[in-house]
C-alpha cells in the first residue's frame, strides 16, 4: 500500500464545475503539499499546510489531521487548469508524494 | 536566477555511459533535494542536502547513483554505467528550510533517455 493515495486517479469536468481532488496519508507528516504540474512538465507547489485551510484565488486547500485526509477544491474551473495535481507530505526533510490526480477542464 | 535551474533539459545517452545532471537551486537555499519521477508516477525521493551536507540518500536505488553538492549550492547528480531503467525525469527542489516547514520549489527537470 502507497504511503500517499490519491483519488479520483483521472478527473474530467467541464468549465465552471466545482473540482475536488481528495489525498490519504499513512506516514507521518509535519506538513502537506499540493504540487501542481503543468502538460510540459513544469511543477508548481501550490500550497504546503500542516492544519486547516489555505486559500489561493480559485484554489483552496483543506487538512484533517486526526484523518489523515486533505484535499484540494477547485472552484470555477477553467481549462487552464488542466494538469496533474500531486499531493505529498513528511516530517522533516523527506517528502512522500502520491502518484498524482489528471485533470482535464473541458471548455 | 529567481528559480531552481536545471540543466541540461534533455539527455540522451547510450547505455552504459556516465550523465551528469546539474541542479542550480535558489540562491540562499539551504535545502536541497533530487527527486526522480517516472511517467504517471509521483516524484520519488532520492537524496537530501542540508548546505553542503548529504544527510539522506537512502533513496538512490543504487551505487551507481552518486550526488554532491560540494559548496552548499550547485548540486551533480551523477549516474555511471546508465541502464535502459534509469530512464526518468530527474528534479531537483530547494527550500530555505527544511521542507516540513517550508516551501518546496522545483526546477524544470532533467529528461534522461537511455539508449
Redesign the interface.
Known amino acids: 500500500k502507497n504511503e500517499v493515495e490519491q483519488s479520483p486517479q483521472n478527473l474530467t469536468a467541464q468549465e465552471g464545475e466545482f473540482i475536488t481532488i481528495n489525498c490519504s496519508y499513512s506516514v507521518g507528516i509535519s506538513a502537506l503539499h499540493w504540487l501542481q504540474q503543468h502538460p510540459g512538465g513544469g511543477i508548481v507547489s501550490l500550497f504546503m499546510l500542516s492544519s486547516g485551510k489555505k486559500k489561493h484565488g480559485r484554489l483552496i486547500a483543506t487538512i484533517n489531521i486526526q484523518e489523515k485526509h486533505s484535499s484540494l477544491h477547485i472552484t470555477a474551473s477553467h481549462p487552464r487548469d488542466s494538469a496533474v495535481y500531486i499531493c505529498g507530505g513528511g516530517s522533516n526533510y523527506k517528502l512522500t508524494f502520491g502518484k498524482g490526480t489528471l485533470l482535464t477542464v473541458n471548455p | 536566477g529567481a528559480g531552481v535551474s536545471q540543466s541540461p533539459r534533455y539527455k540522451v545517452t547510450k547505455r552504459g555511459q556516465d550523465v551528469a545532471l546539474r541542479c542550480d537551486p535558489i540562491s540562499g537555499h539551504v535545502?536541497l533535494?533530487w527527486?526522480r519521477q517516472a511517467l504517471?508516477?509521483?516524484?520519488?525521493?532520492l537524496t537530501?542536502f542540508?548546505y553542503e551536507a548529504q544527510?539522506?540518500k537512502s533513496g538512490l536505488p543504487n551505487d551507481r547513483f552518486s550526488a554532491e553538492r560540494p559548496e552548499g549550492s550547485i548540486s551533480t547528480l551523477t549516474i555511471q554505467r546508465t541502464e535502459q531503467r534509469d530512464s526518468a525525469?530527474y528534479?531537483c527542489a530547494s527550500s530555505p528550510g527544511?521542507?516540513?516547514?517550508?516551501?518546496?520549489?522545483?526546477g524544470?527537470?532533467t529528461?534522461l533517455t537511455v539508449v
Open positions: 535545502s533535494y527527486y504517471g508516477q509521483g516524484p520519488e525521493f537530501y542540508n544527510q539522506d525525469m528534479r527544511g521542507p516540513a516547514n517550508t516551501e518546496a520549489f522545483f524544470q527537470g529528461r
